[in-house]
């Protein structure tokens, strides 16, 4: 009956393979937060177009208000 090797070498290659699985899961892990990291970035320039966007859409709306309120006021002044 034969015994694997408990120690020595045995162990230490199985650790190597597994500290050099483990450092490309880690530089795929470090690759991919780069990526995150420069879509968040782009995604935080393209809210602030956003919110300009907004702004001009709310002040098209508060002026297109406006011009409905001023008409319907003509209308009933009219009427009166």
Known sequence: MSHAPVG????TTAKERHYAYLASRMSALSATLQHTQHYMTIASEQAAYMK???VGQASL?????????????KAQNKDA
């Open 8 to 11: 020595g070498a045995g162990l």
């Open 52 to 54: 300009d966007l907004g």
């Open 61 to 73: 709306f508060m002026a297109a208000l406006d011009q409905v309120d001023r008409e319907n006021e």
